[in-house]
T-cell receptor, first 115, second 111 residues
Framework: DVKVTQSSRYLVKRTGEKVFLECVQDMDHENMFWYRQDPGLGLRLIYF???????EKGDIPEGYSVSREKKERFSLILESASTNQTSMYLC??????????????FGPGTRLLVL | TQLLEQSPQFLSIQEGENLTVYCNSSSVFSSLQWYRQEPGEGPVLLVTVVTGGEVKKLKRLTFQFGDARKDSSLHITAAQPGDTGLYLCAGGDQGAQKLVFGQGTRLTINP
């Protein structure tokens, strides 16, 4: 059974703190993605990675960075958390796709509250 | 920039009724996926459509890809409380590794 796990389901941080969100997949997928989900805005792509140490900016990368040192692990970093980064964060993985045909497998999400 | 607009954003109906959710764009997509997300979980793929005019059925759910591959619809027959959730459409483009997601339709089926 395919699995994407995220390090925390709920997280409460203070403004200015450095925050690490970790994601691990056990499917040997090349692609990994970080999204944030806000009501009425759907899923917005923050960053994605198509290989170890490779990354590309998504639609809303400002205030975030990522790290992929191993194929199975993709980390999202909030260098200095702000209240407008309070959101649900979803990690996903997929095989390399040529027409958008590959399934994205999602983790359960991390609900982050920044006070 | 490719965008997908879903309508309606919210839908609350009684068990047994039929409903249709729409996913529209001004851009052409190579493929269109539909996901369902239940509370506390990540989205899960329901179906992928790739050919203009394609229709796929999944029990009481019928998915259609528009002839011009710019739009899609999801029709549910005789809705049940278990159909409750957030439905997301996502467009794929040839050569691109990422998907473009619509903003979602939150569906509530009341017993």
């Amino acid at each position: 059974d395919v699995k994407v796990t995220q390090s925390s389901r709920y997280l409460v941080k203070r403004t200015g703190e450095k925050v690490f969100l970790e994601c691990v997949q056990d499917m040997d997928h090349e692609n990994m993605f970080w999204y944030r989900q806000d009501p009425g805005l759907g899923l917005r792509l923050i960053y994605f990675s198509y290989d170890v140490k490779m990354k590309e900016k998504g639609d809303i990368p400002e205030g975030y960075s990522v790290s992929r040192e191993k194929k199975e692990r993709f980390s999202l970093i909030l260098e200095s958390a702000s209240t407008n980064q309070t959101s649900m964060y979803l990690c996903a993985s997929s095989l390399i796709t040529y027409r958008g045909l590959e399934t994205q497998y999602f983790g359960p999400g991390t609900r982050l509250l920044v006070l | 920039t490719q965008l997908l607009e879903q309508s309606p954003q919210f839908l609350s109906i009684q068990e047994g009724e039929n409903l249709t959710v729409y996913c529209n764009s001004s851009s052409v997509f190579s493929s269109l996926q539909w996901y369902r997300q239940e509370p506390g979980e990540g989205p899960v793929l329901l179906v992928t459509v790739v050919t203009g005019g394609e229709v796929k059925k999944l029990k009481r759910l019928t998915f259609q890809f528009g002839d011009a591959r710019k739009d899609s619809s999801l029709h549910i027959t005789a809705a049940q409380p278990g159909d409750t959730g957030l439905y997301l459409c996502a467009g794929g483009d040839q050569g691109a590794q990422k998907l473009v997601f619509g903003q979602g339709t939150r569906l509530t089926i009341n017993p």
